[in-house]
Nanobody
Framework: QVQLVESGGGSVQAGGSLRLSCAVFGSLIRFSAMAWYRQAPGKQRELVATITTSGSTNYADSVKGRFTIARDNAKNTVSLQMNSLKPEDTAVYYC???????WGQGTQVTVSS
């Protein structure tokens, strides 16, 4: 059984930083692309960032230059470093083994102005 557990969410003021982490159990992430999504209240879930098995990354335009996705195959974890946070980044953030049904439970990020 594959399980993803996110951590690192919280509340921060605008301009601050947070680092999210996603630990994966039951599957080796080195064989999979990984992704972070987010869902704000009343909005659809959106793709924030992806990282391939070779380490290539892609970002939503809204977070480019501020967020960084990274993977640690040895620890079987994926992270999302979020800098220069804005109130519009407030959402529940989810980790996913990309293009599979395996999702984490989500972690709340709240950015106040």
């Amino acid at each position: 059984q594959v399980q993803l557990v996110e951590s690192g969410g919280g509340s921060v003021q605008a301009g601050g930083s947070l680092r999210l982490s996603c630990a994966v159990f039951g599957s080796l992430i080195r064989f999979s692309a990984m992704a972070w999504y987010r869902q704000a209240p009343g909005k659809q879930r959106e793709l924030v960032a992806t990282i391939t098995t070779s380490g290539s990354t892609n970002y939503a335009d809204s977070v480019k230059g501020r967020f960084t996705i990274a993977r640690d195959n040895a620890k079987n974890t994926v992270s999302l470093q979020m800098n220069s946070l804005k109130p519009e980044d407030t959402a529940v953030y989810y980790c996913r083994v990309f293009t599979t049904p395996y999702w984490g439970q989500g972690t709340q990020v709240t950015v106040s102005s």
